[in-house]
DNA sequence: CTAGGGATGGGCT
DNA sequence: GCCCATCCCTAGT
């Protein structure tokens, strides 16, 4: 076993118990241009191929490991960028145990460190509340590309800190844009601060696109 | 305010 | 060759 620290011990569970206990958590993620850090205020979390109480068809790593997917299967408190849609790169956090896949997909957050640097990063947003209000928004602002994938989120140049236990409101809910639930679709896979405004705006999975 | 569609390229069948 | 764990702008209520 490993000598990890207390933060990495805490990921090393089940991403679903997690998720909601991440909420409020800071990241911080240094660079040449300056730090930015975002309080996470929204999360969604995805299991691994091997789970049949939950099989988890909407996740990555649901027909098993790839080069893409590896950090998920690696230990905790590791980053797994993955990009799409030809333009947009998403965060996750991995959890569990090294050996068994489960992340947390990092879906919004506020800026609360570096926002000048954030809005430089992400020129289109109207409002503070906007930098990190969407997956692809969080990876942009926070400077995450495919080349921090697998890279360690408890050390430098990144860091996390767990929030305090608090009695903070959470809502769970269906995720956001993936088509492919299967018999999930009534777990609660995302979790959001209540009322918070930096949460994204919840928009289902669209069907498939109409014919010319 | 909501609904719709285009952008744009890696990943995987 | 199809599918995206999305964002942003436009047009219409």
């Known amino acids: 076993m490993t000598t990890s620290g207390p933060v990495r011990q805490f990921l090393s569970g089940d991403a679903r118990e ?3 206990l991440l909420l409020g958590a800071v990241l911080t993620h240094d660079s ?3 730090s930015v850090a975002v309080r996470i205020t929204e999360l969604e979390a995805y299991m691994g191929p ?8 909407g996740s990555h790593t649901y027909r098993g490991p790839t080069r893409r997917n590896a950090p998920m299967f690696g230990p905790a408190g590791h980053l797994y960028v993955y990009f799409t849609y030809g333009m947009h790169y998403c965060a996750n956090i991995v ?3 090294a050996g068994h896949a489960s992340a947390v997909l990092l879906r919004a957050g506020e800026i609360v460190e570096g926002r000048e640097l954030a ?5 289109t947003s109207k409002a503070a509340k906007d930098l990190a209000s969407g997956p692809a928004r969080l990876a942009t602002a926070l400077g ?3 080349e921090d994938s697998g890279r360690d989120a408890l050390g430098s140049p990144f860091g996390l800190v767990l929030p305090p236990a608090s009695a903070a ?24 601060l209540t009322g918070d405004p930096t ?4 928009k289902a999975a669209k069907a498939r696109t109409p014919r010319a």
Not at 119 to 123: E, G
């Open 144 to 146: 995450l590309t495919t």
């Open 119 to 123: 809005l430089a990063r992400r020129p």
């Open 95 to 97: 959890c569990g145990p």
């Open 169 to 192: 409101h959470v809502s769970t809910g269906p995720r956001v844009g993936v088509a492919g639930h299967g018999g999930t679709h009534d777990y609660p896979w995302r979790f959001w």
């Open 199 to 202: 949460v994204s705006r919840y």
């Open 50 to 57: 091997v789970d049949s109480l939950h099989p988890d068809p």
């Open 32 to 34: 040449d241009d300056g």
């Open 18 to 20: 997690i998720a909601p």
